[in-house]
């Protein structure tokens, strides 16, 4: 088993549509869930952080923790054509090792 | 205020050859880690420094090596370098240890001929 898994995509919405990320992970102990975004070229962009079970919103973005089922999940509400990159899930491991999943390539059409 | 800075940005080598690549933290985050990110894929941890120390290390051979100088900032190595080498180096920097929110420099594109 990967320690971070995700879907690779790609992930296709309607400009307006809800889009939603999904990854899950192996470890855990692990107690630090981050989402990056990263555009074709360019390096990955922080977009959230969680640390606790539930819902964290920010903006048009909502992350979510389940950590006993190991799973965390990306929302964005009213997507957009900008919207479209890759959506990499970055999990804390042994507490000294950032691992991250292969990323979710989304697509937003018009 | 500048974001972490790499150079340089791109480089190309020929097998067996010897590479440094510099970073320079956010000002005031005295953590740097370094990854590598080959096409289609996340990137891999390959170090974390914190405080001039290592404190963690990923999967990588022994021609991978490391240092954090006393203004923060970073030397990834890499000696003997292969074709698999070739790929995006990022340097990312963060306030204290891994376990914060980090922040990733533009990289280092290396090809390996």
């Known amino acids: 088993q990967k320690e971070v898994e995700q879907n690779s995509g790609p992930l296709s919405v309607p400009e307006g549509a809800i889009a939603s990320l999904n990854c899950t992970y192996s470890?855990?102990?692990?107690?630090?869930f981050f989402w990056y975004r990263q555009y074709s070229g360019k390096s990955p962009e922080l977009i959230m952080s969680?640390?606790?079970?539930g819902d964290k919103e920010d903006g048009r973005f909502t992350a979510q923790l389940n950590k006993a089922s190991q799973y965390v999940s990306l929302l964005i509400r009213d997507s957009q054509p900008s919207d479209s990159a890759t959506y990499l899930c970055a999990v804390i491991y042994n507490t000294d090792k950032l691992i991250f999943g292969t990323g979710t390539r989304l697509q937003v059409f018009p | 205020d500048a974001g972490v800075t790499q150079s340089p940005t791109h480089l190309i080598k020929t097998r067996g050859q010897h590479v440094t690549l510099r970073c320079s933290p956010i000002?005031?985050?005295?953590?740097v880690s370094w990854y590598q990110q080959v096409l289609g894929q996340g990137p891999q941890f390959i170090f974390q420094?914190?405080?001039?120390?290592?404190?963690g290390r990923g999967n990588f051979p022994d021609r991978f090596s490391a240092r954090q100088f006393p203004n923060y900032s970073s030397e990834l190595n890499v000696n003997a370098l292969l074709l698999g080498d070739s790929a995006l180096y990022l340097c990312?920097?963060?306030?204290?240890?891994?376990?914060?929110?980090?922040?990733f420099g533009p990289g280092t594109r290396l090809t390996v001929l």
């Open positions: 000002s005031g985050h005295k953590s």
């Open positions: 990312a920097s963060s306030l204290a240890g891994v376990e914060n929110e980090q922040f």
């Open positions: 420094y914190y405080e001039k120390e290592e404190r």
């Open positions: 969680i640390y606790s079970n």
């Open positions: 470890d855990r102990v692990s107690q630090s």
